[in-house]
């Protein structure tokens, strides 16, 4: 028994010997932290900071959270492309017209002890750091709603411990001056609801046409949910998200005995129907992708470094994160810094392309539930001068529908078809040792694509393969070069969608499985025009802040992706499918151009894109939701838009030849290489030596076996903040008839 009591009192001296050793190490770390804290200067810093806080709070009044300055976008000659003001001074609502519904909404998701902290609540900040310990990454916020008011008004949102601390004190010192009532109402009309509106009162104009009283209770939670990731939740493009942050919001509002039971279930099987005014315009394709690029660039300013290649899927992510939360930050700026931007938009030439589609496509006249039309079509126009785009259409004109802000031009992704060929197979073959004239094989491959027309027509140039648009050959030479090889000078074009899984010769159809952009193939064929270099095909020329000092003036940056001589090649071939192949038929006259038609499996999206020594022009039509269209072909209406659009832009411009580059080849040797000039003065380049290419293209891949294969129903591929869909994985050209071995396109009329 003894023996018991001692061993019970050992091992409570064991335990306070254990504790104590804890206490010391926790007091020595203390104090190695106040001398780092004292000695490396952060006291004085600190201090500052405090300082800093203290005056701005004292120096404000009601009028501080209703300032706002307003940005305009200029397109190329100087005429206004948007106004972009975030509306809170118009729409401010005081503290006795807030809903009480809206006053519990924004209290139980944001900031459940709004009412019994100080500014700043420790107990959220450790629940917030024992979650993120737990869950081993970031899933609770720990900024109260004075922080978050804090932040957006005197404060950048630069992730730095010093913006931290300042915004800390900041907060403080506002629940010293201010009440609750007072920081909530300031909060609610300054808080970013998206898309512009600034404030509770904008953002029930913007998305209801209504006044914040007129409000439902569902309508309200809905509202309420955007402010925590207005891109994630932004009810035009990302409805599904918003509705689910809104019974997230009325779950909450019920736990905390805010609303009844009965209250709950009504405001959750409730439809929220988006009504914008009638006079809203801001959201038209200019106006979206000078938002983006602007956005971007401000992105840029930060120090961002965007990327399209990832080394895994948590890097992937990682990135994703930071970008869109960096991008909705930018964007916020955008609409109250009082920015000047200077764009190459060209407004004529925007009004000729939509123009144009709205013409061709005027008799499919079907739309879905919500007044959207059907068929759908997206351009993008790149001034081959500069690089950078005069034009960008993202689908058909509504004329009774307003705030619809889908812009297909840069944020859906397609499948290209053919299109892709030149970009993935050919100038890259060209680059490796193939020539215009080498020989080729059409033939058929067991268990591999077939062309259109059923057809092999054997032995014939890579040439004529480019022609006529013969996928037996695209497929077998990516089988020969790598489809990693092809794939590589996507990623250096900056294509955004490649996956892992687009590494296989089915590729060479378009068969990539999230697709691509108009803007994507504008960029590429730009680059083929450009000698083999791309530049970044956005629109910001220049961007000054409200003091009118230049914070961005754009230089163009070239990156070598094709060696000149691949891509004068690659050109070459291209003028011959306007003369002796698909699209025949849709030249400019005089005018030397050059492009590729594209059609997808089932006639489910038409691409056609081409180029002169002017500008690029790519052009997709189809259905949001991918299904068949009769009579769809690149040449038939893709084609159309291409050629009506590019005659009416090159109207009184001097025709003028394309830089051709000639491998001159004797007995399988490149000796030199001869690079004609538009003055018509040749130029000898050293010559390189290496055998030529003649060999066939092996066979024998199959695209239907073991995961190459795709052809099956549409997928829909998603895009932070943006609506995209994309056809299907196997793809076909033309379905044009064959008159002694040349395949023209059908053009529909």
Not at 100 to 114: C, T
């Amino acid at each position: 028994m003894a023996k018991k009591r001692k061993k019970k009192k050992k091992t409570r001296l064991q335990k306070t010997w254990r504790f104590l050793k804890i206490q010391l190490f926790l007091i020595a770390l203390v104090i190695g932290a106040l001398i780092y804290y004292y000695s490396g200067g952060y006291a004085a810093e600190v201090s500052q900071l405090h300082g800093e806080a203290v005056d701005l709070v004292a120096s404000s009044d009601e009028n501080t959270f209703r300032s706002t300055e307003t940005s305009i976008a200029y397109d190329v000659n100087g005429e206004t492309i948007t106004v972009m003001k975030g509306e809170k001074d118009v729409y401010y609502v005081e503290y006795e017209d807030l809903p009480v519904y809206l006053k519990d909404a924004i209290v139980s998701i944001e900031d459940k002890r709004f009412y019994s902290h100080h500014g700043v609540d420790y107990k959220g900040i450790a629940r917030a750091i024992w979650a993120m310990i737990r869950d081993r990454e970031v899933t609770q916020g720990a900024s109260t709603i004075t922080q978050q008011l804090a932040r957006n008004v005197f404060l950048t949102q630069d992730k730095t411990w010093e913006r931290k601390i300042e915004e800390i004190y900041i907060a403080v010192e506002l629940e010293k001056k201010y009440t609750k009532d007072e920081i909530l109402e300031f909060y609610l009309n300054n808080i970013y609801f998206g898309n512009g509106y600034y404030g509770i009162g904008a953002a029930a104009k913007g998305y209801f046409n209504c006044s914040v009283s007129d409000l439902s209770l569902s309508q309200i939670a809905f509202l309420c949910g955007i402010p925590n990731n207005p891109t994630t939740y932004d009810p035009l493009t990302n409805y599904e998200n918003a509705i689910s942050r809104r019974d997230r919001i009325l779950k909450n509002m019920l736990e905390d005995k805010k609303i009844s039971e009965s209250s709950y279930t009504a405001a959750t099987t409730e439809t929220i129907t988006l009504n914008p005014p009638a006079e809203q315009e801001k959201n038209d394709y200019l106006t979206t992708y000078t938002n983006y690029c602007a956005t971007r660039i401000l992105m840029q300013l930060e120090g961002f470094e965007f990327k399209n290649e990832f080394s895994s899927d948590e890097e992937k992510e990682t990135y994703e994160t930071s970008y869109e939360e960096l991008y909705n930050q930018c964007n916020q700026r955008l609409f109250t810094g009082g920015y000047r931007i200077y764009t190459s938009l060209d407004l004529n030439i925007q009004s000729t392309l939509q123009d144009t589609i709205d013409t061709t496509l005027s008799s499919f006249d079907e739309t879905g539930d919500d007044g959207i039309y059907e068929l759908q079509s997206a351009a993008v126009c790149i001034d081959n001068t500069t690089g950078m785009v005069k034009a960008i259409v993202g689908g058909r004109t509504q004329e009774n529908v307003v705030g619809y802000t889908l812009n297909r031009g840069y944020q859906s992704y397609r499948q290209p078809g053919s299109t892709i060929k030149p970009l993935l197979v050919y100038t890259p073959a060209l680059e490796l040792g193939y020539t215009p004239d080498t020989s080729v094989v059409d033939e058929e491959i067991p268990d591999g694509p077939s062309n259109a027309d059923g057809n092999y027509l054997g032995t014939m140039t890579l040439r004529r393969a480019v022609e006529l648009s013969r996928n037996t050959v695209a497929y077998s030479i990516l089988n020969e070069i790598g489809p990693s090889t092809g794939l590589e000078y996507l990623y250096k074009l900056g294509f955004t969608r490649i996956d892992a899984n687009d590494n296989r010769p089915i590729a060479a159809l378009g068969a990539l499985t999230n697709g691509a952009s108009p803007l994507e193939m504008a960029k590429g064929y730009a680059a083929l025009e450009n000698g083999g270099a791309s530049r970044d095909p956005n629109c910001i020329m220049q961007i000054t802040d409200s003091q009118g000092n230049v914070i961005y003036q754009h230089e163009q940056v070239e990156t070598v992706i094709y060696t000149a001589d691949a891509a004068r090649q690659m050109t070459d071939i291209l003028e011959g499918v306007f003369t002796e192949g698909t699209a025949k038929g849709l030249g400019l006259g005089d005018m030397p151009c050059a492009g590729k038609t594209g059609t997808t499996n089932e006639s489910k999206d038409g691409w056609f894109v081409g180029y002169t020594p002017y500008y690029t022009t790519s052009v997709w039509v189809g259905y949001d939701d991918p299904r068949t269209l009769t009579g769809l072909t690149g040449a038939s209406y893709p084609g159309q838009i291409w050629h009506s659009f590019m005659a009416t832009i090159h109207d009184g411009l001097q025709p003028i030849s394309f830089t051709d580059a000639i491998t001159v080849m004797n007995n399988g040797n490149a000796w030199n290489t001869i690079v004609s000039t538009p003055d018509e003065q040749t130029v000898e380049e050293s010559g390189a030596t290496g055998a030529e290419n003649t060999s066939n293209a092996p066979t024998g891949e199959g695209n239907t076996t073991e995961g190459q294969t795709p052809a099956g129903d549409a997928e829909n591929a998603g895009n932070a903040g943006n609506a995209t869909h994309v056809g299907d994985a196997t793809t076909e050209e033309h379905n044009g008839d064959i008159d002694n071995g040349i395949a023209e396109g059908t053009v529909v009329p």
